[in-house]
């Protein structure tokens, strides 16, 4: 194991030396800020953060200088500044999220190579007799559409059962989430069964809700749940995060979608437990059985750069006044503030209430385009990405026999909503952009059914 140490860049060797980075200094202006993200395609409306994230100019600097530090001299990067890099990126992931030890927090290239690894885990046990015939996982059921793929590749075919909680939405409290979820957590003990595992965003992403994590997690304690694994792709950067609190056993988060780094990278939480070693990276290298954290540090030869940059985007971050917490708050209150702004000229509603909102915003659309299906909403997406240099994802609301709906000011049934995001680099006018493209599509009578062809 000390060989295995050397090889991957022993964290104790001190001669390491991190590649120079661009001086930063003062409180970031809106000239820096546009400076930062100059690379970004001019003359789009790029409200859509929430699905790629965005890296600003210097971070990009910084993380060529550890490709350029690679590919100078591969074996002095693997051997004595890798491991040693990643360390450091993990200490300052634990201490952002409140983690008991850094050896809790391994980097991961995205929240689906996480969900992987729980997965796994999990039809290990069936596979293994550990776990009964039909005992369950229990979800909502707009989780991200890999873990769901997880769950069919890893639990279903290994004897697993799944209960989908259908999500409430449009949302108006917190209280109608955690109803629908005791009714879940019902419903996955039928027949006697065991949960063995829930599945719970921390933001979901279509629709998009800030959900009671720390709440459905402690009522996963009090029925029973076996384990939690808390899917939080969007989290960082965008919510304060303390798994502490929260409580969860396993919890990961995208670091490319709101803190700024470069896909891909992901921290993967697991709370110390005397079953950790069940716990692999999907992808066996030489480190299998040297705990995950290790075994995520070496996968293979590939770029690990993104997962070195952490350091680098704290400096970025921190130029703006209240670091990392301060963009989350204008974020949050510029979304909110685009998203009263839409819904109020289009007359229709927000998804959420502004308290369970982040820096993206359900909108809903007139009723007047006509979507009816969740192709229509591709199109339509499509269409004002191309004809109006929008990017903004559009989600159809298919409802169930029985439920009423919101309509709009003209009374008709709301059938499909935007996602808004906003991040630092957002002007006012790209939302106006949006909120334009609609009006213009309703005077003209254009719907999803008389389209034109993109």
Known sequence: ???????????????????????????????????????????????????????????????????????????????????????????????????????????????????????????????????????????FHCAFQSVKKSIQAYVSRVGGSTVEVRLPFPVNSNEEIISVFRQGLEKGRANGRTIRLAIIDHITSMPCVLMPVRELVQICREEGVEQVFVDAAHAIGSVKVDVKDIGADYYVSNLHKWFFCPPSIAFFYCKKRSSESDVHHPVVSHEFGNGLPIESAWIGTRDYSSQLLVPSVMEFVNRFEGGIEGIMIRNHDEAVRMGLMLANAWGTNLGSPPDMCVGMVMIGLPSKLCVESDEDATNLRSYLRVHYSVEVPVYFLGLRDGEEGVKDKESGLITAYVRISHQVYNKQEDYERLRDAITELVKDQITCQNLPAV
């Open 1 to 139: 194991m000390e060989a295995d140490e050397r090889r991957n860049g022993d964290p104790s060797n001190h001669n390491h030396r991190a590649p120079k980075k661009p001086r930063l200094a003062g409180l970031i202006t809106e000239s820096d800020i546009r400076s930062e993200f100059a690379h970004h395609q001019t003359g789009i409306a790029r409200i859509n953060n929430g699905s790629f994230g965005c890296c600003p100019g210097s971070v990009l600097e910084a993380q060529r200088e550890w490709q350029l530090r690679f590919l100078r001299q591969p074996d002095e990067f693997y051997f004595d500044g890798l491991r040693r890099g990643l360390l450091a990126s993990r200490t300052v992931i634990s201490d952002l999220i409140n983690a008991d030890d850094v050896d809790e927090v391994s980097l991961v290239d995205n929240a689906t190579t996480a969900a992987a690894i729980v997965l796994q885990k999990v039809g290990r046990c069936f596979s293994q007799g550990t776990y009964k015939k039909d005992d369950t996982v229990v979800m």
